[in-house]
């Protein structure tokens, strides 16, 4: 682990901050959650995650469910209600078994195109980020928040690609802290902040505020974390860390745990996800170091300044956050190159490019995983059953053709001395030799249980007997 100790963990820590400020600012000044335990209990979440894994497995806001908090206003108790009902589900899903079951059949670019539609939908939000502050000139533009620093944000990014020892996600950040800093001390806020001892308080949702938060949001948020925290992190996991198979039956337990303890705690909903991981990949992670880093620098702020740093927070340049975010996404969607087990076969190929195409489409463009993840399922059958009609009707083309040729016929060789000998085959012989030739390749085909050599000798065997 000591090898591992280097800024670029710190930096890979940060990989997914683009998505966890925005949402907890916005929850916190709503007052819907609780700053001091979203912070505490997010950081307790990271340590352990790290510790359990192995891998810098991100934890991370259930972003659907903070959405329709934040257009409804919800209380505390309905964003409670949402997360609860949520987890329980998820929980109950792992433990028993039956997520195993049914994603055991979901093809594989039916995974990457939730992956890419993700990459998409958050490549989006991190342009709405930057655009918060859309000014290169003018009265209206912020000395630390704008397209200026977005785009030196964003070069810095690109020139640093292909160095991924230079913690340049470490630097973004602090660069952010000093202007969120300054623009506190410009606007004379230091006196909100107030350091000392801050600790949670529970939330008990009542039943009506649990209703409305579950059906509300919940809903929305229980395809999206079955698929893309559960199904798409799985995969994303072992494509980034070979030899690393996380159990999806795991992922569901620590997911369901830490919302049935933190949502009653005043904390937002928190799930992992596969764009997390990539960010944090990105950036620069990839050992559990990463999340211990980030999970102590949660519970220290949390802990020690609470409610007062939103004095702060809320300052911190927003056309960062995008950056980060975005080019967060991007590695998120180059997974989804592999999305086919038949490299070789053209044909099959462009069918899975097809379902792949179709799922990221269906989920970009109705912002919803689940029906994103039942478009590509129906196409990915569609062309499953195409595949199976035309296999049929090749075997029994061929088994009808090799049922009505004709016996093969033979004529002698006259040689110069009068005498007959040898045997020429005819056409109607070399025909039936290549019936029987293709159906013997035909049923090795349907039973692959032969090799190439096999199937050699078993055509020659045929050419013999029919001599």
Sequence with gaps: MREHLSLREFSGSLGDIGTLVPILISLTVQGSASLTSSLFFGGLWNI????????????????????????????????????????????????????????????????????????????????????????????????????????????????VYERRRVPVALLIFILGVVFALAQTGVHHQFGQVHPGAHFVHP????????????LSAGLGQLPLTLLNSVVALAALSRELFPGYDPSMTHITVSIGVMNLVGCFLGSMPFCHGSGGLAGQYFFGARTELSLYFLGAIKIIIGVVFGESL????????????????????????????????????????????????????????????????????????????????????????????????????????????????????TTTTVSALDIVADHSYSSVARTDSYSAQARTQKAQTAMENCC
């Design 48 to 159: 352990l995650t790290g510790f359990y894994y192995g891998i810098p497995m991100c934890v991370q806001p259930m972003k659907s469910i903070a959405a329709i908090a934040l257009t409804n206003k919800f209380t505390p108790g309905e964003l409670a209600g949402a997360g609860l009902g949520v987890s329980a589900i998820v929980f109950f899903l792992g433990v028993s078994r039956l997520l195993w079951l049914i994603t055991r059949f979901v093809p594989l670019p039916v995974v990457k195109g939730l992956q890419l539609g993700t990459c998409f939908q958050l490549c989006k939000k991190g342009v709405d980020l930057v655009k918060t502050h859309p000014a290169f000139w003018g009265d209206s533009i912020i000395w630390s928040d704008n397209l200026w620093w977005a785009c030196s944000a964003f070069l810095l990014v690109l020139f």
């Design 203 to 214: 939330v008990v949702p009542t039943a009506k505020e649990f209703r409305t938060g579950f």
């Design 310 to 425: 939103l004095a702060i927070l809320k300052w911190f340049p927003s056309s960062f956050l995008g950056v980060m975010l975005f080019m967060a996404s991007i590695e998120l969607g180059l997974v989804a190159r592999n999305f086919t087990h038949h490299e070789h076969d053209e044909k099959r190929r462009r069918q899975d490019f097809v379902v792949l195409l179709a799922t990221a489409a269906a989920l970009v463009g109705f912002s919803h995983d689940g029906l994103g993840f039942l478009t590509g399922m129906v196409t990915g059958l569609v062309f499953w059953f195409h595949r199976f009609i035309n296999a049929n009707g090749e075997v029994s083309e061929v088994d009808t053709h090799h049922t009505h040729s004709p016996a093969p016929s033979s004529e002698s060789v006259l040689l110069s001395d009068g005498t007959k000998t040898g045997t020429k085959l």
